[in-house]
């Protein structure tokens, strides 16, 4: 079992930086993958970022590759998202996400726990 909590949100102009956190719970963490996804209001949840166990691997979409950077302290069984250069339709709330595996995956199905999410508004 994992526990995922998310901290770090909030309202931020554009252009803005805004760093997310995601504590984990359990002594899987160091085992597992773990993604970022973000859900805006009326759309679906869509993947941002992922880091693979030993974070040697990292996959980003390419909405956000350049600007955001997903990193990993598996001493602490904190995953962090550093967003930069924020733009308002980056506007969502994220989740944070444990992997039922090692590697980078973007795939929904392969994310076994989820943290109860963190608003992030960027306004124009």
């Known amino acids: 079992q994992v526990q995922l909590v998310e901290s770090g949100g909030g309202l931020v102009q554009a252009g803005g930086s805004l760093r997310l956190s995601c504590a984990a719970s359990?002594?899987?963490?160091?085992?597992?993958?773990m993604g970022w996804f973000r859900q805006a209001p009326g759309k679906e949840r869509e993947f941002v970022a992922a880091?693979?166990?030993?974070?040697?691997?990292?996959y980003y979409a390419d909405s956000v590759k350049g600007r955001f950077t997903i990193s990993r302290d598996n001493a602490k069984n904190t995953v962090y998202l550093q967003m930069n250069s924020l733009k308002p339709e980056d506007t969502a709330v994220y989740y944070c996400?444990?992997?039922?595996?090692?590697?980078?995956?973007?795939?929904?199905?392969?994310?076994?726990?989820w943290g109860q999410g963190t608003q992030v508004t960027v306004s124009s």
């Open positions: 359990g002594r899987t963490f160091s085992t597992r993958a």
């Open positions: 996400a444990a992997a039922a595996v090692g590697r980078t995956t973007m795939t929904f199905a392969e994310y076994a726990y």
């Open positions: 880091i693979s166990w030993s974070g040697g691997s990292t």
